[in-house]
């Protein structure tokens, strides 16, 4: 995603955010508690929540909270209150502010990733959309391989991750490999051809995603929610 120019952040200071690393609620599949809500059918929204794993932020995640809002002829809708409910959040829910005047961009981000479900609200005049839920898949954890193990080049890597709430898809990639797209089943083992670089630095990543398309906007509107993360440096030798 692209990330508009001016960026907003909650603090680890905020004491609900610092539930946030947790797994998720343990409710079966994160797709099975989607809700494509309702709404006016008057509105384009395209809304990402992306979570991204950074060890150098308190918090220990770098989360994007963007929602693109146009009207039929895809021009911006600005002056739009644009929500995002969790019960980690500050009060259970925040605005997004609008990027710049006109530019019918949402964005906040904080610097942890909460546990739970997510819900959009978006209110501008007599255009809404409501009541739209993607499942949050938790935070998940790489089991293999960990930092700095040594692995063999030309032989094949397995990469396992933890599942708290099972997410629509998994990406795995390394420096070298993928990003390859596959079910959230935990596993995926790199072939030995694609594992063929001697590096004291590879880098494996996991993404989990979920998404739902919502009922009351207009086609191709969708609330998606990604979460990383990352184990470095793997050592292939």
């Known amino acids: 995603m692209t990330t508009p120019a001016r960026c907003f952040r909650l603090y ?3 004491a609900a955010l610092t539930l946030a690393a947790a797994c998720g609620d343990g409710t079966g599949p994160a797709t099975s508690r ?14 990402n929540i992306e979570a991204n794993d950074d060890p150098s932020v308190i918090g220990g995640f770098s989360t994007d909270y963007f929602v693109s809002v146009r009207n039929g002829a895809g021009s911006p809708v600005s002056g739009a209150t644009v929500t995002i409910g969790n019960p980690a959040l500050p009060g259970g829910r925040i605005t997004l502010p609008e990027t710049a005047t006109g530019s019918g961009d949402y964005l906040l981000t904080g610097n942890t990733f909460p546990s739970g479900d997510f819900r959009l609200d978006i209110v501008q005049g007599t255009n809404n959309v409501s009541s739209v839920v993607v499942g949050g898949p938790g935070v998940h ?12 080049v030309n032989q094949p890597l397995l990469v396992r991750w933890t599942v708290p709430s099972r997410a629509k898809s998994a990406e795995v990639e390394t420096r070298d490999f993928g990003p390859f797209t596959q079910p959230d089943s935990g596993a995926y083992q790199i072939t030995g051809p694609d594992n063929n670089q001697i590096r004291p630095d590879q880098r494996v990543r996991v993404f989990r995603f979920n998404e739902v398309d919502m009922a009351g906007g207009l086609t191709g509107s969708r609330l998606r929610v990604k ?5 470095e440096p793997v050592v292939v030798e």
């Open 12 to 14: 680890a200071g905020v």
């Open 34 to 47: 989607n809700n494509p809500g309702t709404g006016s059918s008057t509105l384009r929204v395209i809304a």
């Open 227 to 231: 979460v990383r993360r990352t184990v």
């Open 141 to 152: 954890t790489i089991t293999t391989p960990l930092k700095d193990d040594t692995v063999a």
